[in-house]
């Protein structure tokens, strides 16, 4: 069974970076589009940031400006970079892979990501 494994969690201060990376353990085909989602405690998962494989991002309006996704589709990687976090950027964060049959069937366990002083 194909697992995505993610890393890069972690506790920050305000204003702070942290990057974020994802990996299949085995070869997913036919991606359409790579993505993290994230949920806060109390809080329904929500999207944070898609990659469709043609290149095309789309961003939470409260992550523009300040969140980059990245990745490859071919080598099932995808990376987050986030910029200038902020408390409320407090969450578990998944990846998730997208594919032409099955849609968002794939997801990550989650990393921890904490923004406080």
């Known amino acids: 069974q194909v697992q995505l494994v993610e890393s890069g969690g972690g506790l920050v201060q305000p204003g702070g970076s942290l990057r974020l990376s994802c990996a299949a353990s085995r070869r997913i085909f036919s991606i359409n589009a790579m993505g993290w989602y994230r949920q806060a405690p109390g809080k329904q998962r929500e999207l944070v940031a898609t990659?469709?494989?043609?290149?095309?991002?789309n961003y939470a309006d409260s992550v523009k400006g300040r969140f980059t996704i990245s990745g490859d589709s071919a080598k099932n990687t995808v990376f987050l970079q986030m910029n200038s976090l902020k408390p409320e950027d407090t969450a578990v964060y998944y990846c998730s892979f997208s594919t032409f049959h099955q849609g968002w069937n794939y997801w990550g366990q989650g990393t921890q990501v904490t923004v406080s002083s």
């Open positions: 990659l469709a494989s043609g290149g095309s991002t």
